[in-house]
């Protein structure tokens, strides 16, 4: 059985339904669920978990090649503990292509040479609105989940809203 951490990012939703809908999937699990105000403040938690595969449901993949000692919101992906992403799955579901982080030379360079420190790396394009939970792993898989507020990029409706509903983390967890 896969072992799946996932990662979900306010600012891929359009809507607080959809975001509501994917949040409340997620604790009806009963799985260790923490919510942190940057994306970046969960890598010490899924290098915890130690999974197999690891889903951000994401507006950003998250994935920039900077040479930046600790995580940053745009590279944290890439500073899961190496004997993950050795052989581990990373699978970034977005709402839109264009999301992509630049890389450290000034453009997106993350398909070339094989840069992605991960075995494999997948992209999944679904509208937030059109985001079934069943569509994105099996329940039974998943072994923990981090839910990021990330206030610079998340809309405002739902950055109000997930801030009155849960309480975020402002550092590593």
């Known amino acids: 059985m896969k072992r799946i951490y996932l990662s979900i990012d306010l600012d891929y939703f359009y ?15 009963e799985i260790p669920t923490v919510f942190v105000v940057m994306h970046q403040y969960l890598v010490k938690h899924i290098n915890k978990f130690h999974p197999d595969v690891l889903i951000n449901i ?13 995580p940053k919101d745009y590279n944290w992906v890439n500073k899961i503990a190496k004997s993950i992403r050795k052989n581990g799955v990373y699978k970034w579901v977005t709402s839109d292509d264009s999301g992509f982080c630049v890389g450290e030379d000034g453009y997106n360079n993350q398909w070339e040479d094989n840069r992605i420190p991960w075995k494999k790396y997948y992209s999944i394009f679904k509208y937030s609105d059109d985001l079934h939970f069943s569509k994105i792993a099996n329940k039974k ?19 109000e809203w997930a801030k009155k509903r849960f309480k975020f983390i402002n550092k590593y967890v």
């Open 15 to 29: 809507s607080i339904e959809s975001a509501e809908y994917i949040i409340d999937s997620v604790l009806e699990i």
């Open 141 to 159: 898989e998943i072994v923990a989940c981090g839910i990021a507020l990330s206030p610079d990029f998340t809309p405002h409706p739902i950055r």
């Open 58 to 70: 994401d507006a950003h993949d998250d994935c920039a090649i900077h040479a930046v000692k600790h």
